[in-house]
């Protein structure tokens, strides 16, 4: 006969449960509000190490009637986080003051059932309890779960989601996006901010490699349970969540609507942001056409867009080439400057970024034939053109080594 719970119902909660049983406090009122995860009978003087923590223990004591010999079991229940014990006065009638002393000293609460009143009566009490317990936990889920998915038809970000998640289920959560952004929610760890940028770096660089069949990921002593954020066609970003707990239908129910809240979010944040890039491009593309169009308003570009130092221009014969340095570049590009531009213009790929490239990533270029690329001097850009010059710059690098290639 027994029965668990979460750690919402204590002590003082049974006990006015069955209060009106006739059901007596006698001691150790100080510690009625510790929790409560079971209740079990035990008749017999027991030390099992089966005893889990956090429980309430019926007895009557009848293999127990020497003083020093209850308060021996007691002190070691005690030590085992036994919470409370009831004692049925079937056969102690009177308790005596020396383990009435103990029970006050140690807030070890000790409470009398009538003879009248049997086990049966108190467990299903405790039962209605827990159904109770249960259903305002599922209500509150469903509450966190609703307030998820309107924050996306509010327009709040990610880390509103990945906060509501960490408050609920209680566990450390990361979310890392396409782009490398870290949203985070520290509960009960020692873990600090950069312990967790570090777990979403490693774990986005070994993404590839990860067990679909088993998506955790170890971080000293900590374990992580992955979940990649995906639609039909795109990866969003990776959801991590503390494995301190084994996780109950509630939690499930918390992390799937997350999932999808996050989901929602990233894709929303994805039509906005090629918005703004499609935008972007028409911008620029009308600086570089010749002549100018009037239309063209350097202020009307993203705010990277203005800062940007460098602007390189790729070039190929082959077009299926080309698209092949695109999509590598894209690959490579978006993990060193998510907010920089890329795209392919009159069979030219074009890349306005604010860092260099590195070398390794441009000499899987240039180790291909029939491949050119120019490169700008560095500056910020502050006017259409400054852009120009830019692309001027670069498609001058591109002749040189179209000439060199003559040469050879």
Known sequence: MKAEVSKIITVRHLLKKIERYGVKLISGEAGIDNPVDYINIQEFALKSER?????????????????NDIISHLRWLKKQKINAIGIHTVFVKHVPQRIIDFSNENDFPIFLIPEEVSYQEIMQDYNELLMMDANNERLKAE?????????????????????????????????VSKSFA????????????????Q???????QLETLNEDVLRYQFGNHTFKLFPIVDSKNFHGILLIGLEKEFNVTD??????????????????????????????????????????????????????????????????????LNNIFDEFHINITKLEPASLLWIYENQVICLIDAKIPTNILNKIFNQRDIYCGVSEKSKNNSINSIQEKYEQARIGIEIGRQKKKFN
């Open 51 to 67: 005893i889990k923590e956090n429980g309430i223990l019926l007895t009557t004591f009848k293999s127990l009637l020497e003083s």
């Open 143 to 175: 509450q966190v779960n609703i307030n998820m998915l309107e924050a996306v038809a509010l327009d709040k970000d990610a880390q509103f989601i990945v906060s509501a998640m960490g408050k609920q289920l209680k566990l450390p959560v990361l979310y």
């Open 199 to 205: 777990i979403a770096g490693e774990v986005m660089e």
């Open 252 to 321: 499930w129910s918390i992390i799937n609507y997350g999932k999808t809240a996050l989901l929602l979010e990233a894709v929303k944040k994805r039509s906005v942001e090629k918005y703004v890039k499609n935008r972007d491009m028409k911008i620029i593309e009308s600086m570089l056409k010749t002549p100018r169009q009037e239309k063209a308003n350097f202020e009307d570009l993203s705010s990277y867009l203005k800062d940007a130092n460098y602007l390189y221009l790729i070039e190929s014969d082959d077009l299926m080439t």
């Open 182 to 197: 870290v949203e985070c929610f520290k509960y009960n760890t020692d873990l600090g901010t950069s312990h967790l940028q």
